[in-house]
């Protein structure tokens, strides 16, 4: 069973960062896009402070072994829940634990009582984009001049 921890910005620094740069590899081949590191934590501080809850790592046995990015936006005029990262280790993907973040981020999202969540993936990134299709979210665009798909899941 996996437990769901709030992320701690100063003791967590490094498996954030770790974790978040190795979704870049997945994602795109490298972590190039990453940018600087206290940029990054800069913005999970700020967004920490709005979306205690929405910002976890996902432990296994006392073992960090994924994180979770989770907040609520307006997109088009609607307010919605969105996923800033999924994330399990490679040695803990397709296993099916992909389905408690799931159900964690659909639990964030009821909670804070909306009926629509969004996410973006890369066009390369098959495994992700089968997890999300597999959940019931569809394609809804292109952005980011081909670089990511958008797409949506209902609650």
Do not use: C
């Not at 929405?54 to 609607?78: C, D, M, P």
């Amino acid at each position: 069973m996996l437990h769901f921890k709030n992320i701690d910005i100063e003791k967590d620094r490094k498996t954030v960062i770790l974790f978040r740069k190795d979704s870049f590899v997945a994602s795109f081949g490298n972590a190039s896009a990453f940018g600087k590191e206290d940029d990054y934590m800069n913005w999970l501080e700020e967004k920490i402070k709005v979306f205690p809850n929405g910002f976890v790592l996902v432990k296994e046995n006392n073992e960090a072994i994924g994180q979770l990015e989770l907040s609520t936006r307006e997109y088009t005029g609607k307010h919605i829940g969105y996923v800033h990262l999924y994330y399990l280790i490679p040695e803990k993907r397709e296993k099916g634990l992909g389905k408690e973040l799931h159900q964690y981020a659909l639990n964030f999202f009821k909670e804070n009582h909306l009926d629509e969540y969004h996410l973006r993936v890369a066009p390369g990134n098959k495994q992700a984009m089968k997890f999300y299709l597999k959940n019931g979210m569809v394609e809804i665009g292109s952005e980011l001049d081909g670089k990511v798909i958008r797409m949506k899941g209902r609650l």
